[in-house]
């Protein structure tokens, strides 16, 4: 079975609600739209105060090319434009809105029938790209990056592929899985609609094999498009980051990007979220923008794990209390999932375009334990699956040696957590990786700014 | 509630893996051999075993809290226990006791105490204890007691002074050696109390590699190592020993499964673990050879310790993104 070929750890897997179907979350008393959901400009609130919106009522434009408009996901009047605390802990402009009724915009399709590109064949690649545009599709995995701008690759590159992310390599998080056993055929037409859009005849999704009823399932219907190209369902060998855009090319091609600043499309993929391949197909085949997706809300000490479809401004709080309510042992609340995600000083930040996930730990998991001394296991060395040294990046970054830590390359590193994953001395390697990494980049950016 | 919510930066799980359990999982993995060595050395290498373990876990303790002064101790997480059986496996069971305790006072105190505690020595301790005896008690360190079965301890017949019935002194003297196959894998030959019985330190190397504490880089190298260099001598001189002797005598497979394996003195990356184990390979036959012991195991290791750090600094792992097609 296919993997990626360079380190790589297991974490326990932990799929407690890959058996819940997907429920419909209620609709929020007052939900939150952060400007900034997504890699690039903020996007400039368009509403003011009083406004009345409907759902899929676009709220803010694209602040730039690399940005994203947002569409307020619930009718109602807006109630102010403030600031929120985000994901990321700070406070950032956000456009709050009272929610009244349930009340849509008409262009917006709302029946499920499945519409195909045999239905719309006068569909061209520009309409498409344009139309994933304005509805503010960003990567649903959690990086946020703008669809459209994946789908412009630079000039002079041959895309070859579409490679659709369905791996879902971070513990406890179902969203991807129960998406796909729910949604197959929507996804389907999704990435038909992306191959189109990037005229490649060649899609592959890649599916690890802890979720062989999606396999089995994505596999039975990619007949039914063969007339639109070739998509190849690839299932891979459970190993984590594989979720990681370089680990899942070579995964799925056996080609290796190079260091940055080449990008996926230099071997000739360009990567999706399996997540956004659906919100790409109900932005051009529903007219629906993006304003809802599926978040898994998940812990061992939750009542009920959930996978719910989410409206885009409800507060997490609503959907911990919606599985059972906060339990009392509660000691780390994380958006994402345990290995990338973001600890969250409480549970009112709002659910965003890349939040995949709502995790709960308890007193005793959250806790990390005391640090030991390096023993040179190498332990670190063996996991990280972009070939560096996390115990020699680490130790540089503590004596603060940051020429050294860019020629060890140390901007390569795509913070999976691997190397402290499986520390046997406990060591906070990521956490000083992470220094050595945002401060050498901040070097190169002043060099280059210089010259 | 939100007043006590932890907020830390990813990853926020950890494997479960720690420093004592990878330490006690070497010591699982040496008790095929001690047994071996209690069955065959009897009471002698028991209480070598025992002293030498026990004074290396005081040494250790002692030197951390009044000479460092450093709250953190690191006793309790088994490695120093693992220097103590290492040690005692590295030396004849009828080595007088105090001797066992000043190998462990040199091994502890000076080779991993000077240089920083656990992780920061650059020799291994034991194999570093090792050689201090040897160099300092050459006669009672090569005085070796043959196996008996049943705790019959019998002091090798051999003149003081001179090395024992090990296959490898045979070797040295210019006497053929021969040697049954099975004896030397069972162990039924003299040397240092841990290192005879081929059989238990093989199954300990298994289980080391099943439970994932090290991988098969540093011993398969060794081994491989030592077998094509003394095919290729055996092959151009059909009086020198074979490859089998080689490998199933003196110190090899407890070097190659437990000195060289070391985590703190091997290199890190997967080619410098190779070329280090190549080079330890070569160094053993050289040694064996034409040095002036007949084994040269330990002297290897210690050399290449020395030789660690450099090779982590131009060994470095393949960075992804450097083989850009298949």
């Keep these: ?451 | 509630m939100s007043n006590k919510l932890t907020v830390s930066l990813s990853p926020h799980v950890h494997s479960g893996d720690s420093v004592s359990k990878n330490m006690y999982g070497v010591l699982i993995a040496l008790l095929p051999a001690m047994i071996c060595s209690f069955v065959f050395f009897g009471i002698g290498a028991i209480l070598v075993t025992a002293v030498s373990v026990a004074s290396c876990v005081f040494f250790e303790w002692a030197i951390n809290k009044y000479l460092l002064k450093n709250p953190q101790s690191t006793i309790c997480d088994g490695s120093a226990i693992l220097t103590g059986v290492l040690l005692a496996f590295n030396v004849p069971s009828n080595l007088p006791l105090w001797i066992v305790i000043l190998g462990a006072l040199f091994a502890i105190g000076v080779v991993k105490m000077t240089f920083g505690g656990l992780g920061c020595n650059l020799f291994n301790p034991a194999l570093a204890g090792r050689a201090f005896l040897l160099i300092s008690f050459p006669v009672q360190m090569t005085t070796w007691p043959n196996p008996g079965l049943g705790f019959m301890t019998i002091a090798d017949a051999s003149i003081e002074g001179q090395t024992g019935a090990t296959p490898l002194a045979l070797m040295k003297q210019g006497q053929a050696v021969d040697m049954d196959f099975w004896d030397m894998l069972i162990g039924k030959m003299g040397g240092s109390l841990g290192e005879v019985c081929a059989l238990a330190l093989l199954l300990g190397f298994v289980y080391m590699l099943v439970r994932k504490i090290i991988t098969w880089h540093i011993p398969v190298s060794i081994l491989a190592t030592v077998a094509v260099c003394a095919a290729l001598l055996h092959w151009a001189n059909p009086a020198y020993a074979t490859p089998t002797t080689h490998l199933f005598s003196g110190g090899l497979m407890l070097g190659a499964i437990f000195m060289a394996t070391d985590y703190v003195t091997s290199p890190m990356s997967k080619k410098g673990q190779i070329i280090y184990g190549v080079a330890i390979g070569f160094l053993t036959i050289v040694i064996r050879t034409w040095g002036a012991y007949p084994e040269g195991m330990s002297f290897a290791i210690l050399i290449m310790n020395a030789f660690v750090p450099l090779i982590n600094t131009y060994c470095k792992p393949k960075r992804f993104g450097e083989v850009v097609k298949k």
């Design chain 1, 1 to 451: 079975m296919k993997t990626f070929r360079i380190g790589g750890v297991h974490p326990a897997e932990n799929k407690l609600s890959a058996a819940e179907p997907i429920k419909v979350a209620e609709l929020p008393k007052v939900a939150v739209f952060p400007l900034s959901q997504h890699i690039g400009a903020p996007a400039k609130a368009i509403v003011q105060k009083g406004d009345k919106v409907k759902v899929g009522t676009m709220i803010a434009e694209a602040g730039g090319f690399v940005s994203a408009p947002i569409f307020s996901s619930v009718s109602g009047t807006v109630l102010k434009v403030d600031t929120v605390i985000d994901a990321s802990g700070y406070a950032k402009p956000a456009i709050y809105i009272t929610v009244e009724g349930d009340e849509w915009e008409a262009g917006i399709d709302r029946s499920k029938d499945l519409v195909t590109l045999k239905d719309r064949r006068e569909l061209t690649s520009d309409e498409i790209k344009e139309k994933i545009k304005n509805a503010g599709i960003v990567g649903m995995g959690g990086a946020c990056f703008p669809t459209h701008v994946k789908l412009s690759p630079p000039p002079g590159s041959k895309p070859e592929w579409i490679i659709i992310n369905a791996v879902e390599c971070e513990p406890y998080l179902t969203a991807d899985h129960r998406l796909m056993l729910e949604h197959a055929d929507e996804i389907l037409v999704g990435v038909t609609l992306l191959m189109k859009a990037m005229n490649v005849g060649k899609a592959y999704i890649g599916i690890e094999n802890n979720k062989p009823d999606a396999i089995e399932l994505m596999k039975s219907k990619t007949m039914k498009f063969i007339h639109e190209g070739d998509i190849e369902i690839v299932p891979l060998k459970v190993k984590y980051p594989q979720g990681g855009e370089k680990q899942l090319i070579d995964a799925v091609v056996g080609r290796q990007v190079p260091a940055p600043p080449a990008l996926p499309v230099s071997v000739g993929a360009i990567l999706q979220n399996v997540g956004t391949a659906f919100a790409v197909y109900e932005a051009v085949m529903k007219n629906k923008p993006l304003f809802e997706r599926i978040v898994t809300v998940t812990g061992k000490s939750l009542a009920h794990p959930s996978n719910f479809l989410v409206r885009m401004g409800t507060p997490m709080s609503q959907l911990i209390d919606a599985c059972g309510g906060m339990p009392e042992d509660t000691g780390k609340l994380i958006g994402g999932g345990p290995m990338m995600g973001k600890a969250l000083i409480n549970a009112e930040v709002p659910i965003c375009k890349g939040s995949s996930g709502v995790l709960l730990m308890n007193e005793q998991e959250a806790k990390r334990a005391e640090a030991q001394p390096c023993i040179r296991c190498a332990k670190c060395v063996s996991a990280c699956p972009m070939g560096l040294e996390p115990f020699l990046l680490s130790k540089l970054a503590e004596v603060h040696d940051w020429e050294r830590l860019e020629k060890e390359d140390v901007v390569s590193c795509i913070e999976c957590g691997s190397c402290q994953f499986t520390c046997p001395s406990h060591r906070p390697l990521l956490d000083y990786v992470r220094l050595g990494k945002s401060t050498v980049l901040g070097i190169i950016h002043a060099r280059k700014a210089k010259a």
